[in-house]
């Protein structure tokens, strides 16, 4: 460690000291966090996902993640909206996932909530994307301290307060900006984190929905 927040890897590249030189966690952060995503079954995996990291760390629920697909059909949103008592009592069964009854009707729910923002918008990708922080909304430097300070931004207290008023749950301002800042809406490498600029690279020729 050489900064706060960052963490020297076994490859020697510095790093958000959240992966914890840790494998999995690792690639996650190298591979996929805060990359742009507009793919509407991404989207809603991760945020219903968040919804079940909720009280957990995101770890245990990455670990999870493939029995999370298997257990909610690939998180293909207009599948898990026809979710019925039978799937619902599947889900409670299955020891791969974290068998919490409230958020597997969560998901059931706000996959029908999915539905109506794609008739809506044309996708749930153009729906949040709207919600893209602009750039003096942001921070000048992303660092350890501001993310630990700022579990929320005002950017996410709109987007919670206008997904929960289209019905959806377990969208709180806090897992909601996860949401964000995992499916790249923003760019929250800390500065010194060799990913921070490829991160922004890709934003830069990032086509909006």
């Known amino acids: 460690m050489t900064e706060r927040g960052l963490l020297q890897g076994t490859d020697g590249n510095m790093r958000c000291a959240w992966h914890g030189n840790l494998d999995d966690y690792r690639r996650y952060h190298d591979e996929e966090w805060g990359y742009p995503v507009t793919s509407d ?4 995996e991760k945020i219903c996902l968040e ?3 909720s009280g957990l760390s995101w770890l245990t629920i990455l670990r999870k993640r493939e029995a999370f697909r298997a257990a909610f059909a690939g998180f293909d949103f207009d599948r898990v909206a026809a979710f019925g008592d039978e799937d619902i009592a599947r889900c409670l069964a299955d020891a791969g996932i974290v068998r919490h009854r409230g958020k597997i009707v969560s998901t059931v729910n706000n996959a029908r909530r999915a539905q109506a ?3 809506e918008f044309g ?7 709207s919600f893209e922080p602009k750039p003096e909304e942001r921070p000048a430097r992303v660092d ?3 993310i630990a300070a700022n579990p929320t931004t005002p950017t996410s207290v709109r987007l919670s307060k ?3 008023k289209r019905g959806w749950t377990f969208v709180g301002p806090t897992t909601v900006y996860a949401f964000m ?3 790249g809406l923003v760019n929250d490498h800390v500065e010194g984190c060799f990913c921070r ?6 934003r830069k020729g990032f086509e909006r929905p």
């Not at 079954?41 to 809603?44: A, D, E, N, V």
């Not at 996708?123 to 994307?129: D, P």
């Open 197 to 202: 600029q490829a991160v922004e690279e890709r």
């Open 51 to 53: 919804g079940f990291q």
């Open 144 to 146: 350890w301290e501001t």
């Open 162 to 164: 206008d997904l929960k």
């Open 41 to 44: 079954h991404r989207l809603f």
């Open 117 to 119: 923002l794609r008739d």
């Open 181 to 183: 800042q995992a499916m």
């Open 123 to 129: 996708s749930l990708a153009r729906y949040f994307w």
